[in-house]
């Protein structure tokens, strides 16, 4: 039989590192793919010998240019075979439009979708011709709104929706399932720790953990499952999206930011 891989990245820390465990547990091989640093070998030699799966690994930055491609060469080029791709790398910033640069826009906005979309389409070929294959895209509950004091990391979430979503319909009919991860706040790296451990209790009530948001994922991916709310904040938020006039939903979703 044929050796597939499934490929994540960001997989060097937080939700990629737990989905990359996730699915080493379920016996998957991974390609794993983040920036350059000693994590990811060190991650790849773990899931190596406690899961006795196979393990590769490929330090790239993503939003540079031609770096999708490179991904998908670096694969080709190895003969690893893809049956599940895993979007997950992407980053984020909190506060008033103009406290980051306009650099810095361009870099969150190359990773969470330039990155994105043209790692899906180098792979997208291959995949189809698969009797079954996978796309998990990491979204957020700023999927759902436009977000004041986090202006553009939502709306490059809420592409992240609307691309999986049409994605999803125009590939119906092939073997190709595209689905996208809508995670309420989850504890992951050191300075997002900080922060909400400097939040109150109530609010700390609706955080998670990577392991429980890359099992239920994994899981809700592999039913086929077309929006995934890991958690009850995110089905909340989904319901209010569908609910609640727009104009209300911007006052609550503003008044709660604005405080964050
Ligand atoms: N944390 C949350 O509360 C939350 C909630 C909902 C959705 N999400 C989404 O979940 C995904 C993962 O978030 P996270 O909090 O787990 O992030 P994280 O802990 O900051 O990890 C990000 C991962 O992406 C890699 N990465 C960052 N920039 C990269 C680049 N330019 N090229 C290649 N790899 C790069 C990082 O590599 P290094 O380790 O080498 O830096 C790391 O492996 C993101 O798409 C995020 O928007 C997060």
Same mark, same amino acid.
């Given at each position: 039989?044929?050796?597939?891989?499934?490929?994540?990245?960001?997989?060097?820390?937080?939700?990629?590192?737990?989905?990359?465990?996730?699915?080493?547990?379920?016996?998957?091989?991974?390609?794993?793919?983040?920036?350059?640093?000693?994590?990811?070998?060190?991650?790849?030699?773990?899931?190596?010998?406690?899961?006795?799966?196979?393990?590769?690994?490929?330090?790239?930055?993503?939003?540079?240019?031609?770096?999708?491609?490179?991904?998908?060469?670096?694969?080709?080029?190895?003969?690893?075979?893809?049956?599940?791709?895993?979007?997950?790398?992407?980053?984020?910033?909190?506060?008033?439009?103009?406290?980051?640069?306009?650099?810095?826009? @361009?870099?969150?906005? #190359? %990773?969470?979708?330039?990155?994105?979309?043209?790692?899906? !389409?180098?792979? $997208?070929?291959? +995949?189809? *011709?698969?009797?079954?294959?996978?796309?998990?895209?990491?979204?957020?509950?700023?999927?759902?709104?436009?977000?004041?004091?986090?202006?553009?990391?939502?709306?490059?979430?809420?592409?992240?929706?609307?691309?999986?979503?049409?994605?999803?319909?125009?590939?119906?009919?092939?073997?190709?399932?595209?689905?996208?991860?809508?995670?309420?706040?989850?504890?992951?790296?050191?300075?997002?720790?900080?922060?909400?451990?400097?939040? @109150?209790?109530?609010? #700390? %009530?609706?955080?998670?953990?990577?392991?429980?948001?890359? !099992?239920?994922? $994994?899981?809700? +991916?592999? *039913?086929?499952?077309?929006?995934?709310?890991?958690?009850?904040?995110?089905?909340?938020?989904?319901?209010?999206?569908?609910?609640?006039?727009?104009?209300?939903?911007?006052?609550?979703?503003?008044?709660?930011?604005?405080?964050?």
């Amino acid at each position: 039989m044929e050796d597939y891989f499934t490929l994540v990245t960001g997989s060097s820390s937080g939700i990629g590192k737990a989905i990359s465990v996730e699915c080493a547990k379920r016996g998957m091989n991974l390609l794993l793919v983040a920036l350059p640093g000693e994590k990811l070998e060190e991650q790849a030699a773990e899931l190596k010998s406690k899961y006795k799966v196979k393990t590769y690994y490929y330090h790239i930055d993503l939003t540079e240019k031609d770096a999708p491609k490179k991904v998908y060469v670096w694969t080709r080029e190895n003969g690893y075979k893809i049956n599940m791709l895993i979007n997950n790398a992407g980053m984020g910033a909190e506060g008033p439009f103009e406290r980051q640069s306009a650099s810095y826009y @361009n870099t969150m906005m #190359q %990773l969470n979708m330039v990155a994105l979309v043209l790692l899906t !389409r180098f792979f $997208i070929t291959d +995949l189809k *011709k698969l009797p079954k294959a996978y796309i998990l895209n990491l979204g957020s509950i700023s999927s759902y709104f436009p977000m004041p004091y986090k202006i553009v990391y939502a709306a490059t979430k809420r592409f992240v929706l609307s691309f999986t979503r049409a994605l999803r319909e125009e590939l119906r009919n092939t073997p190709v399932k595209v689905s996208i991860t809508c995670p309420g706040p989850v504890f992951t790296n050191s300075k997002l720790i900080k922060l909400l451990r400097s939040k @109150n209790r109530f609010i #700390q %009530l609706f955080y998670n953990y990577p392991p429980f948001v890359a !099992r239920y994922s $994994i899981k809700a +991916l592999l *039913k086929g499952k077309t929006v995934i709310r890991t958690d009850l904040l995110s089905k909340v938020l989904y319901l209010t999206e569908k609910i609640f006039p727009q104009y209300f939903k911007q006052k609550i979703i503003t008044r709660i930011y604005r405080k964050f």
